[in-house]
């Protein structure tokens, strides 16, 4: 995605409040792909919690994970652990546990890499989701680990 200019930025963050779901989701793709990432940092989270349409929710998340950078990621943790509702729980956990990127041996290994940064994260909601997909890839880990002493 080509980045925002200053205009496109704050039509994308006007865009955040619109009553039409489907404005909030497209604004919040537009703002998650964006270079000033930590401008826009409030208005990510508010659309990772939506309280009116879990696509927002939905649409936010996938964006910010398809940056494949930390702090896509950092985002979506830090909503998934601060998420009040069921929906924004379940869609907020579907954006991380069906990403088909990180079924990939590379996507994978990135994906630890951020989580075992992020294990460290001042935020202690980023830090517990981070060390909770640990815990759930050690298995990952360990048989690759097995498989390289067997070579």
Not at 60 to 84: H, M, N, P
């Amino acid at each position: 995605m080509a980045p925002l200019n200053d205009q496109e930025l704050s039509a994308a963050k006007r865009n955040a409040e619109a009553p039409a779901w489907s404005v909030r989701g497209a604004a919040g793709r537009q703002l998650a792909g964006s270079d000033k990432i930590d401008e826009v940092a409030d208005v990510l989270h508010r659309l990772l919690l939506d309280a009116q349409d879990t696509w927002v929710i939905q649409e936010t998340a996938e964006a910010l994970l398809e940056r494949k950078d930390t702090i896509g990621l950092r985002y979506v943790l830090l909503a998934y652990s601060q998420a009040g509702t069921d929906d924004a729980v379940d869609h907020l956990g579907a954006a991380l546990d069906c990403n088909p990127e990180w079924m990939t041996t590379q996507g994978a290994d990135r994906l630890i890499k951020q989580c075992r940064e992020l294990a460290t994260d001042p935020d202690a909601g980023v830090r517990n989701e981070a060390q909770q997909i640990l815990a759930k890839l050690r298995p990952r880990e360990e048989w690759a680990r097995d498989s390289e002493a067997d070579s």
